[in-house]
DNA sequence: TCCAGAGTTTTTATCGACAAAAGTAAAAAC
DNA sequence: GTTTTTACTTTTGTCGATAAAAACTCTGGA
């Protein structure tokens, strides 16, 4: 009945323009050419211009009135900084949660842990498991705005996890963390899983910093 | 020196546009025709779009594929969500200034508030002032993704505002509320300026709330 | 060698035109 | 008298061209 979602060029090309910079295709920094941009996405100026401006909103693009656009830089202050940020905010909107969670967002946490665990880290999906499993802890948060605001958070740091990946991954355990967490958040104790949900963040962090400093290195 | 800086026409028609929208000049829900506003701010269809593009990721502006963009609406229901919301995340930010916030932090604090009650309520520049005395007491929170969330909150809060300036104040003491947040945060009651802060909003809320009523049963 | 400046080449920002889609109103069919 | 069809209008999304601005290059001095 309902004709397929016809979306326009400039969305189409949003979305792909936001996947490559989070992905890390496209490097922290790096120019972004209107004429190349739609070359490589089939667009003309107009839909790319548009992209940008975008992204140029959410910060994943950085805009220089009358010296065009560049990739959002990346650097360990602005990622200590996005930590900081994240597990201040994502206390809340767990605590939010727990407190209003009945038994579907318990259900939903559940099954997103164990899809979560099935995967292998590194397998093709994990990423976007890790992402449902987060999403679903908060999800009964009852504030799309504070939602959709730990959702880019989320993203941004997803950015530096890519941009991080060619180092090896430590000798921890992911999987007790999350384990620890759901638990903690399934018996209602907010702060305990505020705190533990902190401690994980900060744990990545730590790696993450050293990545980035090693990278910057080289 | 430094030449002064040329800004362009998008970011132009951006800035005035997401002005109307927030002094309410357009009303909630209205739609965006591209031809329109071009006449209106004296730009090309180019411009306006980006702008559109971006106020859309602002949340100002609801983009609906091939059918062009209509001004976010404003209810009720989105109104106690961007409360609740702007209560949760700005205790934490207030609080983390507190502990942050050194003697230049302070004297912003005092200056701001010296400056608010100044200007009678009403006047001209009061909605700046009052912009500002709130800013101020953020303002040492060691995160500017943060405050740029806290930011674009009080944006959205202060829309409503104007959406509802057409009914009469009630009879409160908005200035004494102001000072004992004010009172509290600079001797470093953390916790109990952030109940206040809370509940300065929450009594705007309640008044708003009854105003948007009003308005939407005339 | 270093710098200043003129001229050239990219790149950016903007416009006007055009095609496709959505919306609208009137005519035809059941 | 309601629905369907059809023709028409408005609006949206996109392109290619163009002028203005920045970046770059080359040259001729000191």
């Known amino acids: 009945m309902a004709p397929p979602p016809p979306d326009t060029l400039a969305t189409q090309t ?9 992905d890390g295709v496209i490097a922290p920094g790096a120019k972004l050419k209107v004429h190349d941009l739609a070359a490589r996405y089939g667009a ?26 560049r990739a959002a830089p990346a650097s360990v202050e602005d990622f200590d900084e996005l930590v900081r940020a994240r597990c201040w905010v994502e206390e809340v909107a767990l605590r939010e949660s727990i407190a209003a969670g009945g038994a579907a967002w318990e259900e939903g946490v559940v099954v997103a842990r164990f899809r979560l665990e099935r ?15 987060h999403t679903a802890l908060l999800s009964a948060c009852p504030s799309p705005t504070l939602l959709a605001f730990c959702e880019t958070l989320r993203e941004r740091a997803a950015r530096y996890r890519a941009l991080a990946s060619a180092v090896a991954y430590p000798g921890r355990d992911v999987a007790a963390e999350h384990a ?25 962090a730590g790696w993450l910093r050293e990545a980035l400093a090693r990278l910057r290195a080289a």
């Not at 949003?14 to 989070?22: G, N, T």
């Not at 967490?181 to 104790?189: C, F, V």
């Open 14 to 22: 949003h979305r792909r323009l936001r996947q490559d910079l989070l």
């Open 44 to 69: 003309g100026p107009s839909p790319v211009r548009e992209a940008l401006a975008s992204l140029s909103s959410e910060g994943l693009v950085e805009r220089l009135d009358q010296r065009g656009f």
């Open 119 to 133: 995967a292998a880290r590194g397998e093709a999906g994990w990423e976007a498991l890790h992402g449902a499993f």
């Open 180 to 204: 620890v967490i759901a638990q903690a958040a399934l018996t209602g104790q907010a702060v305990a899983a505020g705190a533990l949900l902190a401690e994980h963040y900060r744990q990545t």
